[in-house]
């Protein structure tokens, strides 16, 4: 069983940066990869990023490309998404995930509460 508690979701201009953060007790003994999901209101949840346990390998959604850059501190159980240039469309509530890598949420196991991150124009 693996709890994840997100945080650092707030208030943020267009243009501005952000970091979201995602603890999990022995998220690095799991073994697993980490997501990062959001969702807009009337949208579905969709990908946004993910990481292998060595933090190695990292994939992203297109929409979010060369913007947000997700990294992850084993000794810390921790997993972090950094976002930059920040616009309108990213508001949503973001969701971190332990489970398989890859863009899928059916990969991903355990599912944390959500941060709301909002983005005004």
């Known amino acids: 069983q693996v709890h994840l508690v997100e945080s650092g979701g707030g208030l943020v201009q267009a243009g501005g940066s952000l970091s979201v953060s995602c603890a999990a007790p022995?998220?690095?003994?799991?073994?697993?990869?980490v997501g990062w999901f959001r969702q807009a209101p009337g949208k579905e949840r969709e990908f946004v990023s993910c990481?292998?346990?060595?933090?190695?390998?990292?994939s992203y959604a297109d929409a979010v490309k060369g913007r947000f850059t997700i990294s992850r501190d084993n000794a810390k159980n921790r997993v972090y998404l950094q976002m930059n240039r920040m616009a309108p469309e990213d508001t949503a509530v973001y969701y971190c995930?332990?489970?398989?890598?890859?863009?899928?949420?059916?990969?991903?196991?355990?599912w944390g509460q959500g941060t709301q991150v909002t983005v005004s124009s």
């Open positions: 995930t332990a489970g398989s890598f890859g863009p899928l949420a059916n990969n991903y196991l355990y």
């Open positions: 022995g998220l690095a003994a799991s073994g697993y990869a």
């Open positions: 990481i292998n346990w060595s933090g190695d390998t990292t």
